[in-house]
């Protein structure tokens, strides 16, 4: 199975809602994207609490050594 690279998978993400953000500002009544937007904007958000706290924790396991 191959890893996944949780950045990577961020800024796709990230990428992946600008370009929603630019459909939805040209017909602002499409309901269906302000939904994507919401849950890949959800995503991301959870997506960066797990990169912070990695990466808090890789900062505390080379301080205890």
């Given at each position: 199975?191959?890893e996944?690279?949780?950045?990577?998978?961020?800024?796709?993400?990230?990428?992946?809602?600008?370009?929603?953000?630019?459909?939805?500002?040209?017909?602002?009544?499409?309901?269906?994207?302000?939904?994507?937007?919401?849950?890949?904007?959800?995503?991301?958000?959870?997506?960066?609490?797990?990169?912070?706290?990695?990466?808090?924790?890789?900062?505390?396991?080379?301080?205890?050594?």
């Amino acid at each position: 199975m191959e890893e996944i690279d949780e950045q990577t998978l961020h800024d796709q993400l990230k990428m992946k809602l600008n370009s929603l953000h630019q459909e939805f500002r040209k017909d602002p009544s499409n309901t269906c994207l302000a939904l994507e937007i919401k849950l890949i904007d959800d995503l991301i958000a959870s997506l960066s609490n797990y990169l912070a706290t990695e990466k808090a924790r890789s900062s505390g396991d080379s301080i205890a050594r």
